[in-house]
T-cell receptor
Framework: NAGVTQTPKFQVLKTGQSMTLQCAQD?????MSWYRQDPGMGLRLIHY???????DQGEVPNGYNVSRSTTEDFPLRLLSAAPSQTSVYFC????????????FGSGTRLTVV | RKEVEQDPGPFNVPEGATVAFNCTYS??????FFWYRQDCRKEPKLLMS???SGNEDGRFTAQLNRASQYISLLIRDSKLSDSATYLC????????FGKGTRLHILP
């Protein structure tokens, strides 16, 4: 089925480790984004991309890197994991940034110990 | 003032009842409006768009009041499966999510 695929679904990291969360979409969407969701905080934008080769920071970018080498893929890299990065991470895509019909991936539950 | 504000709830409503949520937004330049639904431990999913003329999708009715800068969602004949968190969404050149209102439908 068409949509947004995120891997892994669950991950436990030790403080200081690095890892990459994968996100791929097959809807030819130009806009892709990463959010984290914490209890009581709602969805917070980490990084976004309006097309291949173009990325920008969102509300909470520190500690994360992204790249967009293809339209389909938008990986999120944690450089040196910290307990404060324990969260649920969602990737979302859309035809454009301001268009409200976002499609979300199923999420990655990350625990940093 | 937060850009998009919602009552966090929870709203505990008996099955079959009608329930309404409101959401207020602070920026009058906001362009598009939506309601998303998020089930526990799942991703948000688009429920419906919101138009000034009001729009209906089955048991769900959404309304936009630009003058007062609020958006509403009405659920009629509520079902147990309606239990979820409902996110109000506003867009300008980017999308802004409210923190959501939790709804529990009681049997």
């Amino acid at each position: 089925n068409a949509g947004v695929t995120q891997t892994p679904k669950f991950q436990v990291l030790k403080t200081g480790q690095s890892m990459t969360l994968q996100c791929a979409q097959d809807m030819n969407h130009e806009y892709m984004s990463w959010y984290r969701q914490d209890p009581g905080m709602g969805l917070r934008l980490i990084h976004y991309s309006v097309g291949a080769g173009i990325t920008d920071q969102g509300e909470v970018p520190n500690g994360y890197n992204v790249s967009r080498s293809t339209t389909e893929d938008f990986p999120l890299r944690l450089l040196s994991a910290a307990p404060s990065q324990t969260s649920v991470y969602f990737c979302a895509s859309s035809y454009s940034r301001g268009q409200g019909g976002y499609t979300f991936g199923s999420g990655t539950r990350l625990t940093v110990v | 003032r937060k850009e998009v504000e919602q009552d966090p709830g929870p709203f505990n409503v008996p099955e079959g009842a009608t329930v309404a949520f409101n959401c207020t937004y602070s920026n009058s330049a906001s362009q598009s409006f939506f309601w998303y639904r998020q089930d526990c431990r799942k991703e948000p999913k688009l429920l419906m768009s919101v138009y000034s003329s009001g729009n209906e999708d089955g048991r769900f009715t959404a309304q936009l009041n630009r003058a007062s800068q609020y958006i509403s969602l009405l659920i009629r004949d509520s079902k147990l499966s309606d239990s979820a968190t409902y996110l109000c969404v506003v867009t300008r050149s980017w999308i802004i999510f409210g923190k959501g209102t939790r709804l529990h439908i009681l049997p």
